[in-house]
């Protein structure tokens, strides 16, 4: 689960309070690991471009639910999301901004965001 924070260093000291330290950091990104789930703390500007998407506030939580794949046959959630009927689902696929994942962005029907990205 990807948080993105609008005050990285106040974010990071919230968690510390609670006990948790990251498990690795790379520039404003802290990564955590509780249980074999990852949570990570991550500029919500930077995210956002990440994910590709605009960040007026309105149309985005700042949470994404992430999940990176090892092969294409995993990645092919966008065909099965398809069939969900009257369900407002938006699915967009691009590269990421590094261009070295392939990224599927599922906006779901309580307008969470997931990502399913695959190293290219």
Known sequence: MTLGV?????????????????????EETAFYQANGVVLVLWAREELA????????????????????VSSREEGEWAGRVTGLGDQRVEIAMMLTPDRRNALCRIRGPENLLIGLAQKL
Do not use: C, Q
Request: net charge negative; glycine share 12%; hydrophobic share 45%.
């Open 49 to 68: 471009v990440d994910m590709g998407i605009a960040d007026n506030g309105a149309t985005w939580s700042g949470i994404v639910l992430a999940h990176n």
């Open 6 to 26: 609008g005050d990285y260093e106040r974010a990071k000291a919230f968690y510390s309070v609670l006990g948790w330290k990251p498990a690795r950091e790379i």
